[in-house]
């Protein structure tokens, strides 16, 4: 049966159909991704923004209105990478169009205008829009749309199918506008995965056949040249972070905000209202990018991604897909591997970067499992294997592997993340595992550790009452500092763990850490110890600002 219009329980099916096939393409879409092209993982980006949105409509949602600010908040508040950011403004306008809906019918004519919002607010969402990516496909989309309902075809199923062949036009000549992508042989990521919200909009509307993901793993070549095609040093973008976070700032005060983004960067989408921003930079000044912020406003859920990294592994992962398999090539073996826990990324990077083999993600509220510690020991290239746990509740987890293991497992007792740092510093890839620990865990508790964090409920302790919200100065003896201000804790906590023979600091900033309040330390640092080496890392970590090592 083909449906004349779509009511809100054939809405809230779209916007479910559009989640799973985008979760069944995932994969497909991330090979896509050639950089400049924003994001490396665009399938995955997009597949968490539709996540977002489905887990925030209500179970009792009866009207159209509600399930249109359902999508559009959560499509905000989930948006992850460009290519989620700019999903999130084209559902947003196809749920501001549908929230007006006559009756709460969406017929051809109400799609056509949906789409066309949707393109227009994608647009408006990006700073310097670039023709060739899912910009050009939304816009052509809604071209087409609305090219059919001007020739008499006024049925939804008619409005969609030239909608999506518009679009599907449009991104199979997406080489033609970007050449780094003929360079690649690969049609705009972000291009793919809209196409696909008109292929769940078709299912809906007649059940027509999801498409099924690629054999190819998402490669689609193109006939273009690119030698044909004009390319210069400047093809490829040399910024290396891209910057993500929330942003509570008056409205007024966000145009002066970009203009100063436009001058640090590029690949800028700002995007929300009502004083909740999302927005998204690829630039060289983390500390800029974050400091504009500070100046307006209040920023949270600060996300930084090295896209250095994206790019060298998005050239394995093209160099392997196209040999005679997609599997990644061995590692070399080694005597002694080591599997570390890591409670977020920029501490993994770390610990990889220190000789780490295998990670496990969790820490403190995300304890991994036995069987999760177990697997990558597996996966670890040797027979001998030590675990870092990094988290006193993760200590009795990892003994259970070393018992179940096959291979020769030890475990190095480390409670925190700067002992596991400090651990490696003895780490001997060709010793055996007994070795490597003993000599590891020697240096681990010869560190003084502290980290940052915030009371979640009234309480007491030596260092006096703690009211819910207060921050906290903990070390290996417990609770030292207690203090409304995170840097006045974090500082307080400093002056009882460095001391006259305290030689390095290593300052690990969280995800709550901003480059204001890290100065604020530093300089501290600076003016009373000023013998003492600093050193600062963005770890990402949830829940504790700032974690610290002294040597």
């Not at 099916?13 to 950089?35: C, F, G, M, W």
């Not at 509600?66 to 700019?86: D, E, F, K, T």
């Not at 060739?132 to 409005?159: K, P, Y």
């Not at 207060?470 to 840097?487: A, C, E, K, P, Q």
């Amino acid at each position: 049966m083909t449906r004349t219009a779509l009511r809100l329980d054939q809405v809230d099916e779209l916007i479910r159909t559009y989640r799973d096939v985008l979760a069944s393409h995932r994969e497909a879409i991330n090979r896509l991704n050639v950089y400049p092209v924003p994001d490396g993982d665009t399938g995955t980006n997009m597949g968490l923004t539709l996540e977002s949105v489905v887990e925030e409509i209500p179970a009792d949602c009866a009207e159209m209105s509600c399930l249109c600010r359902a999508i559009a908040h959560g499509s905000l508040m989930g948006a992850r990478g460009n290519s989620g950011v700019i999903l999130s403004q084209i559902l947003r306008g196809i749920a501001d169009t549908f929230a007006a809906a006559p009756e709460g019918r969406v017929d051809g004519a109400l799609m056509v205008e949906a789409l066309e919002t949707a393109a227009t607010a994608a647009y408006q969402a990006v700073m310097k829009p670039v023709e060739g990516t899912i910009l050009t496909v939304a816009r052509r989309a809604a071209e087409e749309a609305r090219r059919v309902l001007g020739e008499g075809g006024t049925s939804l199923s008619q409005v969609v199918e030239g909608a999506r062949a518009g679009a599907a036009e449009a991104l199979d000549r997406t080489p033609e506008l970007l050449p780094v992508l003929a360079e690649a042989g690969v049609v705009d990521a972000g291009g793919a995965g809209f196409l696909l919200l008109l292929d769940a909009a078709l299912h809906v509307i007649d059940g027509r056949d999801l498409p099924p993901p690629p054999a190819d793993g998402g490669a689609r070549p193109t006939d273009f040249d690119p030698a044909a095609m004009g390319h210069g040093e400047g093809d490829v973008s040399d910024l290396r972070y891209e910057v993500m976070y929330f942003l509570e700032a008056p409205d007024e005060a966000v145009p002066a905000f970009k203009d100063v983004w436009v001058g640090i960067g590029d690949s800028i989408v700002v995007v929300g209202g009502d004083g909740l921003w999302n927005c998204h930079i690829h630039t060289n000044d983390i500390g800029a990018a974050i400091e504009a912020a500070i100046d307006i406003g209040r920023p949270r859920n600060i996300r930084v991604t090295d896209l250095a990294e994206e790019v060298e592994e998005e050239r394995w992962v093209r160099e392997a897909a196209s040999g005679p398999q997609a599997e990644p090539a061995p590692r070399p073996r080694v005597g002694c591997a080591v599997v570390a826990v890591s409670p977020a990324e920029g501490i993994g990077r770390i610990f990889h970067s220190l000789g780490v083999q295998e990670l496990v993600s969790g820490g403190q509220t995300m304890n991994p499992s036995t069987a999760d510690l177990l697997a990558a020991v597996e996966r670890a290239p040797a027979d001998d294997v030590v675990i870092l746990p990094n988290n006193k509740n993760i200590i009795p987890v990892a003994r259970q592997v070393a018992e179940h293991a096959d291979k020769t497992v030890v475990v190095v007792e480390t409670t925190s993340v700067p002992e596991g740092f400090a651990s490696l510093l003895a780490y001997d890839p060709e010793a055996p595992a007994g070795e490597n620990a003993a000599e590891m865990a020697e240096i681990s508790t010869d560190v003084r550790v502290g980290e940052v964090t915030r009371a979640v409920r009234d309480t007491t302790c030596e260092a006096g009452p703690i009211s819910e919200g207060d921050w906290l100065g903990i070390d290996r003896r417990g609770i030292r500092v207690v203090n409304s201000s995170m840097t006045e804790a974090a500082i307080r906590l400093l002056d009882h763990l460095v001391d006259e023979d305290s030689e390095i600091l290593t300052i690990i900033e969280g995800a709550e850490a901003t480059p204001a309040d890290t100065r604020t330390i530093t300089e501290w640092a600076a003016g009373h110890r000023p013998d003492l080496e600093v050193e600062v890392h963005d770890g990402g970590q949830p829940h504790y600002p700032y974690l610290f090592g002294i040597e």
